[in-house]
């Protein structure tokens, strides 16, 4: 996790299942009470199971309730996929590259 200004970055690298998922549900919760932008970037997610997207619906909510931009660097795409399947691809912003959130 880093910062710049007030936008908050967590970057998540390999599986985010049952196993790892606290651990980016705490980076997320710590970065949403600092920023007044979260970027969370997905570039390295080889899998996420049901948690790990639980988890992103979870910050996205708290960050609408709490005014925070929450901006989602897409992940591969067949972790991406799974945001398409349940919709969350057209409630988050979605970007390419951290640069453009």
């Given at each position: 996790?880093?910062?710049?200004?007030?936008?908050?970055?967590?970057?998540?690298?390999?599986d985010v299942?049952?196993?790892?998922?606290?651990?980016?549900r705490a980076?997320?919760?710590?970065?949403?009470?600092r920023g007044?932008?979260?970027?969370?970037?997905?570039?390295?997610?080889?899998?996420?199971?049901?948690?790990?997207?639980?988890?992103?619906?979870?910050?996205?909510?708290?960050?609408?309730?709490?005014?925070?931009?929450?901006?989602?660097?897409?992940?591969?795409?067949?972790?991406?996929?799974?945001?398409?399947?349940?919709?969350?691809?057209?409630?988050?912003?979605?970007?390419?590259?951290?640069?453009?959130?």
């Amino acid at each position: 996790m880093s910062s710049a200004d007030s936008t908050e970055f967590v970057a998540v690298t390999g599986d985010v299942d049952l196993a790892t998922v606290d651990v980016l549900r705490a980076q997320l919760t710590s970065a949403l009470q600092r920023g007044e932008k979260v970027v969370l970037d997905l570039r390295e997610v080889s899998f996420m199971d049901t948690q790990g997207l639980a988890a992103v619906i979870e910050a996205e909510k708290s960050s609408s309730e709490s005014g925070t931009q929450f901006v989602v660097v897409r992940a591969p795409a067949t972790v991406h996929r799974l945001f398409e399947m349940i919709g969350l691809s057209d409630r988050l912003t979605v970007v390419d590259d951290p640069a453009a959130a």
